[in-house]
């Protein structure tokens, strides 16, 4: 059922430590850690520009707040991973396809954020602004974005998760390599020892970049703004 | 000094309801106001005494009727008037010695300077000492003392105040009563304050505007004559705070009437109802 931890139960046969180590010693682990990473940073960062712009421009102008903000909370009531058999059809088994359920699955969760951040700037700021000659981009840069920096990261560290997500499951079905096509080819050898290596690295870089990266920012901005008044 | 610095000319300003139902807010007000001169708005809520201010401040349009500031009409806001609010609003990523400087950096003012500009006016209302520190480090009354210096730092012309000291304890007010009584002295700025404290309008004011209800208007205008600094306790302010009283009483009766019900009585009627009435009938 499970495979050996550390003792391996015949001399010599495997463990998942032993599997994890040899796996980072010659690379091969690395390597398929390394490219997803990079399709994870790749496709968050487009996401977080596309999320970004489509928030602001649903705040920015009710018509597309009525037609555009309602499709897209439709569309996020739907799995990212359903996508993957319209997106292999479209982009073939491969990084393309991979990617782009990564934007999809962090862009609408982060245009829901944003937009609901930029709708909740409070509106005496933006008084004080324009009584004092702000306008325009100066409003925008100066104030409002400023303004929803707590609740931006508060959104991204979510959106993140949802990407790390879709990284994988778009590998494990979609191939061309990563952490996700070696967790489907651990399955295809009976390679449980190979499966619990990833599955470790999967939730130890996960929650490193969420402690490490997220969490940090979070509280510095939150102790900076006032929000947060302990620790 | 007798310099007409804002006129208003017959300003008409309408809300329209959600159900299209236009409420008058402002209904035909006329008003010059001379350059230094510290004007009071006085009146109960829904009189428009902030419609107002925010006319004058170019965040809000008016329907119809002129407006002149320096014989120039005023197309939206403007920082050669700006507006202190009720509660401070103060950017709170920014060090209060940046939002200081928040105005000078838009007025194009080299940083340098601006940082010199900031620091002394934050020595005026006393907050040298929090320069680097953050808005939520400070009390209620700290940050309004920033929120002025940062209006004033800029040197506009015009400083409007809407009911900057309503959300402060009386100590505190009273204090900053006194700083501010010193920096338009100092300074010579035309100041519009808008207020509901009959008292903190008459130990700042020259001349306090008494406004209505229902439609929102001018009521009557009060000169206030009495040498600064002023003390609260100088009979000739009593006297006037009387005079205001009751006239705002019969503002308030009426607001209380709409809003509890005809038979409300706050002091014409000393609360006894008519014997032959069906009491609470016509609640």
């Known amino acids: 059922m499970w495979p050996p931890l550390i003792i391996p139960n015949d001399p010599g046969g495997v463990t998942v430590v032993k599997t994890l180590i040899n796996g980072i010693v010659d690379g091969q682990l690395l390597e398929a850690t390394g490219s997803s990473l990079i399709r994870l940073f790749i496709g968050f960062f487009i996401a977080v520009v596309i999320g970004f712009i489509l928030g602001f421009l649903i705040y920015k102008y009710k018509i597309i707040d009525d037609t555009l903000g309602f499709f897209v909370t439709s569309l996020q009531a739907i799995p990212n991973i359903v996508w993957m058999p319209l997106a292999i059809l479209w982009f073939g088994l491969g990084v393309g396809s991979v990617i782009f359920i990564v934007i999809l699955g962090a862009a609408l969760s982060i245009t829901i954020t944003s937009s609901t951040a930029f709708k909740s700037v409070p509106p005496l700021l933006i008084r004080v602004a324009s009584t004092m000659g702000s306008t325009g981009f100066h409003l925008f840069r100066t104030v409002i974005f400023k303004s929803t920096i707590p609740q931006q990261i508060a959104g991204l ?75 | 000094m007798a310099e007409e610095h804002i006129i208003l000319q017959n300003v008409h300003k309408e809300f329209q309801r959600k159900d299209h139902t236009p409420t008058i807010a402002l209904d035909d007000v006329s008003l010059t106001i001379k350059k230094g001169e510290f004007i009071s ?21 008016e329907t119809s009727g002129k407006l002149l500031v320096n014989d120039k009409p005023i197309k939206g806001p403007g920082n050669d008037r700006i507006v202190v609010f009720q509660e401070s609003g103060l950017f709170p990523w920014l060090s209060v010695l940046d939002n200081v400087m928040y105005g000078l950096l838009i007025k194009k003012v080299p940083k340098q300077e601006a940082q010199k500009r900031a620091l002394d006016w934050l020595q005026k209302v006393h907050l040298g000492k929090f320069a680097h520190a953050l808005p939520h480090e400070l009390s209620g009354g700290m940050k309004q003392r920033v929120a002025i210096a940062r209006a004033l730092v ?43 404290n009959i008292r903190e309008a008459v130990v700042l004011s020259d001349r306090i505007v008494l406004m209505k209800t229902r439609p929102g208007g001018i009521k009557s205008i009060f000169p206030v004559q009495a040498a600064r600094p002023r003390n609260s306790s100088d009979s000739i302010l009593i006297h006037l705070e009387n005079r205001i009283l009751t ?37």
């Open chain 1, 157 to 231: 560290r979510l959106a993140w998760a949802l990407a790390w997500r879709a990284v994988l499951a778009g590998e494990l079905l979609g191939g061309s390599g990563g952490l996700g096509t070696l967790l489907d080819l651990g399955r295809s050898i009976q390679a449980m020892d190979l499966i619990f290596s990833i599955m470790i690295i999967i939730g130890v870089i996960g929650s490193f970049i969420d402690n490490f990266i997220f969490v940090r920012i979070e509280r510095y901005v939150l102790r900076k703004w006032g929000i947060l008044t302990t620790h």
């Open chain 2, 41 to 61: 708005l006085l009146g109960p809520s829904g009189c428009g005494k902030s419609t107002l201010l925010n006319i004058v401040a170019g965040l809000e349009k």
């Open chain 2, 154 to 196: 800029t040197d506009p012309e015009i400083l409007l105040m809407d009911e900057p000291f309503a959300a402060l304890d009386e100590q505190t007010r009273m204090v900053l009563h006194m700083e501010l009584d010193k920096l338009w002295r100092e300074t010579g700025k035309t100041i519009i304050f808008v207020t509901h």
């Open chain 2, 247 to 283: 006239e705002l009483e019969q503002e308030m009766e009426k607001v209380l009437k709409e809003e509890l019900g005809s038979d409300y009585a706050l002091k014409t009627n000393d609360l006894r109802v008519d014997p032959s009435n069906n009491m609470g009938s016509d609640i």
